[in-house]
């Protein structure tokens, strides 16, 4: 067992192009670290939730340039069985350690595989990407991001011509011809031939952010914004300089892009402690802000806080879709409404009243950029697809100028982002969302997890009776299959799946409470705060977490 493990590895290292995977991997092999090396080459990493992603490091089972040229290879056999033989590849990349080499590799991947490929010209957020799709008429584009997973990861995301996330059977179909690559020495990767854009495409999409606010509208709102280390800053700051916002106040530690992530443990804005800085910042500013805006590391995610009472809160992703909902309803905007299953049942509210089609996906914006008709797309996730004929994608930078605006028009008239949540609770009923989010390091508790909930399923939680339990591996008239089970209660909704791009298992909770005027706002927070912190704890002893 042992001989074929340290076969196969030397096997690997014989292909591998990269001197560093290299020698990690030379290192392994002679000092016998078995363990190590069968965590590498126990399988390969699959081609997942719009794509790969993974630690870096030697191996199939890590993400490296020799799991990415196979990747790209498989992708250019895909394409070319599609009849898009000569078509354009656009390649974006965000500031992750390897990001550079992988969008390099792919662009001559591409090339060799009689292609076009064309890499955008530096570091830059995830929607330009997915925007230069659609503008420049590409047959598909890949991004190379890890998005918001820690420091040690990177990932391969992967778009058709449509401009959106793929989705199966491409994925499946996609990962064949991965698996069908024999050797890298099969694939040619010539040095030369793709073309490195300028700046155009990103003057182009700054144009078009400007189609998001409405003419005249105020610009007045106060923002300090953060990037989490990532590549928004550059961009953000110039979408709030052409629509004539106010300079954003920089939080100074996270501005600039460093794959190291020094000041977060995850550089996700939903993760403890990952705001503190912003909101240092905030209590620090001279003329307080009227808003703070996050970007995730790949700028596709828009986190807003604000302050709440004496001090500063961040809003859940649910109470920002439902904002801008209610303020494109303001402005009068038609269309689909979409949204994820696991987020808020508020969109649907909003919609109907306002006489709008309402869908709800599959998890991921792969499924709500799918919406007919589709005006505005969000998830719970802090995912926001405001101008889908532009971005067919979420985008972190519309989205903030958005909500900017929202904050702008409500300080005109003396009120607040939160005034608007007030009055959304007493229209449609106060929809208060939670998360239990569990993070293992062994996935077969996941598994195991979900098995048990399927086995012995829960009657009730909180003294709720479930009324309803879907299984959503059997699909739905309206859902394709996927893991996950629904319950629904009198009064509450319950999902729980695996998380697509992290090992975590995911709950989210949703209790709505009637509320008859301002003045039972209090106690109906107090009891739907309640009724979720109760309804966690019976859902972690049912699924055993």
């Given at each position: 067992m042992h001989e074929e493990l340290i076969a196969q590895a030397q096997a690997w290292l014989t292909e591998d192009p990269d001197p560093e995977t290299r020698t990690e991997l030379a290192r392994l092999i002679d000092a016998e670290d078995h363990t190590e090396l069968a965590a590498r080459f126990s399988g390969t990493l699959q081609f997942g939730t719009a794509g790969l992603r993974g630690e870096l490091g030697a191996g199939p089972m890590r993400m490296n340039r020799s799991v990415v040229i196979r990747a790209a290879a498989g992708l250019a056999a895909y394409l070319k069985k599609q009849g898009q033989a000569g078509g354009l590849v656009v390649i974006g990349y965000d500031a992750r350690h390897k990001?550079?080499?992988?969008?390099?590799?792919?662009?001559?991947?591409?090339?060799?595989?009689?292609?076009?490929?064309?890499?955008?010209?530096?570091?830059?957020?995830?929607?330009?990407?997915?925007?230069?799709?659609?503008?420049?008429g590409a047959v598909a584009g890949v991004e190379v991001t890890a998005s918001h997973n820690p420091p040690r990861d990177n990932g391969y995301k992967v778009y058709l011509g449509d401009g959106s996330q793929i989705v199966p059977p491409a994925d499946i179909d996609i990962a064949a011809e991965i698996a069908a690559v024999p050797s890298l020495t099969t694939v040619r990767r010539p040095t030369e031939g793709w073309d490195t854009l300028d700046d155009s495409v990103l003057d182009a999409y700054l144009a078009r952010t400007d189609a998001v606010l409405s003419e005249g509208s105020p610009r007045t709102a106060r923002t300090v914004y953060t990037a989490m280390h990532g590549v928004g800053k550059d961009v953000l700051l110039a979408a709030f300089a052409r629509a004539g916002f106010p300079a954003p106040v920089l939080v100074a530690e996270q501005a600039?892009?460093?794959?190291?992530?020094?000041?977060?443990?995850?550089?996700?804005?939903?993760?403890?402690?990952?705001?503190?800085?912003?909101?240092?910042?905030?209590?620090?500013?001279?003329?307080?802000?009227?808003?703070?805006?996050?970007?995730?590391?790949?700028?596709?995610?828009?986190?807003?806080?604000?302050?709440?009472?004496?001090?500063?809160?961040?809003?859940?992703?649910?109470?920002?879709?439902?904002?801008?909902?209610?303020?494109?309803?303001?402005?009068?905007?038609?269309?689909?409404?979409?949204?994820?299953?696991?987020?808020?049942?508020?969109?649907?509210?909003?919609?109907?009243?306002?006489?709008?089609?309402?869908?709800?996906?599959?998890?991921?914006?792969?499924?709500?950029?799918?919406?007919?008709?589709?005006?505005?797309?969000?998830?719970?996730?802090?995912?926001?697809?405001?101008?889908?004929?532009?971005?067919?994608?979420?985008?972190?930078?519309?989205?903030?100028?958005?909500?900017?605006?929202?904050?702008?028009?409500?300080?005109?008239?003396?009120?607040?982002?939160?005034?608007?949540?007030?009055?959304?609770?007493?229209?449609?009923?106060?929809?208060?969302?939670?998360?239990?989010?569990?993070?293992?390091?062994?996935?077969?508790?996941?598994?195991?997890?979900?098995?048990?909930?399927?086995?012995?399923?829960?009657t009730e939680l909180a003294g709720l009776p479930i009324t309803r339990t879907d299984?959503?591996?059997?699909?739905?008239?309206?859902?394709?299959?996927?893991?996950?089970?629904?319950?629904?209660?009198?009064?509450?909704?319950?999902?729980?799946?695996?998380s697509g791009t992290e090992p975590k298992l995911k709950c989210y909770l949703e209790v709505v409470v009637p509320v008859g005027s301002h003045e039972d706002l209090p106690a109906a927070h107090a009891k739907a705060t309640a009724l979720l912190e109760s309804i966690k704890r019976d859902l972690s002893t049912a699924a055993g977490i």
């Open positions: 990001s550079h080499d992988f969008a390099q590799d792919t662009a001559a991947v591409m090339t060799g595989a009689g292609l076009r490929a064309a890499v955008l010209p530096r570091p830059l957020p995830t929607p330009v990407l997915a925007f230069a799709i659609r503008h420049l600039d892009p460093d794959p190291e992530f020094p000041t977060v443990a995850f550089p996700n804005p939903e993760e403890p402690g990952a705001m503190d800085l912003a909101f240092a910042t905030a209590r620090a500013c001279e003329t307080a802000p009227d808003l703070i805006i996050a970007n995730d590391p790949d700028a596709d995610r828009c986190a807003v806080a604000v302050q709440d009472g004496t001090d500063w809160r961040m809003l859940r992703g649910d109470e920002v879709g439902a904002l801008l909902a209610a303020h494109l309803v303001r402005r009068g905007a038609t269309g689909t409404f979409a949204e994820s299953i696991v987020s808020s049942s508020l969109l649907g509210r909003i919609a109907e009243k306002a006489g709008l089609r309402h869908v709800e996906t599959l998890t991921g914006f792969k499924w709500i950029a799918r919406a007919e008709g589709l005006r505005y797309g969000y998830e719970e996730a802090l995912g926001y697809c405001v101008d889908p004929d532009g971005v067919r994608d979420k985008d972190g930078i519309t989205a903030a100028l958005l909500i900017t605006e929202l904050a702008s028009q409500l300080k005109e008239e003396g009120r607040t982002l939160l005034d608007l949540l007030d009055d959304l609770a007493v229209e449609h009923g106060l929809h208060a969302t939670d998360q239990l989010s569990v993070r293992v390091e062994d996935l077969s508790l996941i598994a195991a997890a979900m098995r048990r909930l399927r086995e012995q399923p829960p299984d959503l591996t059997q699909g739905t008239a309206e859902l394709p299959p996927t893991d996950g089970l629904r319950y629904t209660l009198d009064g509450a909704r319950v999902i729980v799946r695996p």
